[in-house]
């Protein structure tokens, strides 16, 4: 039982809110929403607080958590060529589990209940997303080529779909309904037509969703019009890759007829505001034009190696405010419109639309409470400031307590499924095996 909440965002189809209510949870879903509630073997208390949905991050590679502030102000050529792909190149299993576990950590502990993953040794990112209690999509990152004419290398090919079909394997037997595999070709520069083809085949077989980044940059776009007559999109149209079961990561660039073909296609989008702006990719996601196309939007943080948090707060702030800031127009995007990228628009591009992304009977509990006794959140004049409080001025520092599926992973800022301190300690370990310790006198 959540006890009198102050308020409750349910984000259903009314986006109702409700004040000094309870909400009933019986085995990981939502049983009663009520003024007068009674029972419960465990009770959480609601006042001084808000109950809203767990907010889901559609595009990150947790285990990047370990290279947090290791690689700054370079551009992404530099960034990735010089710092990024050498050290991820000493990568083990272990050390993406450790890198996971702390970025379950920082979720947990930033209002996070749900995300989606493209990693290496995606197996071990999935075990550690079990352990600390979180819901996750996972896939194992797929690359065959490297070379501009996008050549696909068969050996590295077949290597990468060995993982991924393995991947698959392991999180069929954690055996937990939580846990997901996805099939995460990293890039259409990076992954051959064979490839993309081939991880059809596969989300087909899996009945299972294709994550993939699309039109990061301007490079992308320019590579694509250049070898073939077409922008990328058009070319993955032209392929038979765009399909409903498609999220792609940020869409940056972007053309007219790209914007209609991903609305005709159903595939769904994860914006990436921070990671763009970090990466000075140049350009800002054509978010209300896809909007007003019908695509549905969601957000990401993408990795803290180029964010560098995990804090869905932030990146629904930093969304609003670059189209704000771009368009010369306030009224451009509204705070209600960001807050449902992050929760019911995030859930139903992931297929649980009618399982998480609300406080509604029936729905699972994916759940966590705000403490809005907090200086940077008061005063709540109604209802519409309630929701501008919560994605312009909280903190993902300002969750309290988090629950998926009932079960609390946080409760009053304190871990209940991970141990903060040994999760620390194994990251210490880590950077000591990647050679990457800070040096004694920094
Ligand atoms: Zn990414």
């Known amino acids: 039982m959540i006890k009198d909440c102050d308020w409750i965002i349910t984000q259903d189809e009314r986006r109702r809110l409700l004040k000094k209510t309870s909400v009933l949870i019986r085995d990981g879903v939502i049983e009663d929403i009520n003024r007068d509630l009674n029972g419960g073997d465990m009770i959480i208390a609601g006042k001084g607080k808000v109950l809203m949905p767990g907010l889901i991050n559609t595009h990150t590679h947790i285990s990047m958590s370990l290279l947090r502030g290791y690689a700054e102000d370079l551009p992404l050529d530099r960034w990735l060529k010089e710092k990024v792909w050498p050290i991820e190149r000493k990568l083990t299993e272990k050390l993406c589990y450790v890198g996971a576990l702390l970025g379950c950590l920082e979720m947990i502990r930033t209002g996070t209940t749900c995300l989606v993953d493209m990693y290496y040794h995606a197996g071990a990112i999935a075990k550690a997303v079990k352990k600390a209690g979180l819901r996750g999509f996972i896939g194992q990152g797929l690359i065959d080529t490297v070379s501009d004419d996008r050549t696909s290398d068969e050996s590295l090919r077949e290597s990468f779909l060995t993982a991924a079909y393995k991947t698959v394997k392991i999180i069929q037997e954690l055996n937990d309904s939580k846990i997901k595999p996805i099939v995460a070709p990293h890039a259409p520069y990076t992954c051959s037509d064979e490839l993309l083809m081939k991880s059809q085949v596969m989300a087909e077989e899996f009945d299972t969703l294709i994550h993939i980044h699309l039109t990061e940059t301007r490079r992308e776009q320019a590579m694509f019009q250049r070898n073939y007559g077409y922008s990328v999109v058009e070319y993955l149209d032209r392929i038979g890759f765009l399909n409903g079961k498609v999220l792609a990561a940020h869409c940056v660039w972007l053309t007219r007829r790209d914007i209609e073909l991903l609305a005709r296609r ?121 929701i501008a409080n919560l994605v312009y001025a909280a903190k993902g520092l300002s969750v309290d307590t988090l629950l998926v599926q009932g079960k609390p992973l946080m409760l009053k800022g304190v871990f209940q499924t991970l141990d903060e301190e040994e999760v620390y300690g194994l990251v210490e370990e880590a950077l000591e095996e990647l050679d990457i310790k800070p040096s004694s006198n920094s």
């Open 266 to 386: 159903c595939v769904k989008i994860s914006h990436c505001p921070i990671s763009n702006m970090k990466l000075g990719v140049g350009g800002v996601s054509p978010i209300p034009e896809l909007v007003e196309s019908g695509v549905l939007i969601t957000l990401g943080t993408d990795g803290p190696a180029s964010n560098n948090t995990l804090d869905m707060f932030e990146t629904m702030k930093i969304a609003a405010l670059l189209q704000k800031h771009n368009r010369w127009d306030p009224s451009v995007i509204n705070a209600q419109q960001i807050l449902d990228m992050a929760t019911v628009n995030a859930s139903g591009s992931l297929g649980l639309g009618k399982i998480v992304g609300r406080v509604e009977k029936g729905f699972e509990a994916d759940l966590i409470l705000v403490d809005i006794r907090s200086p940077s959140l008061q005063p709540i004049h109604s209802s519409d400031s309630l």
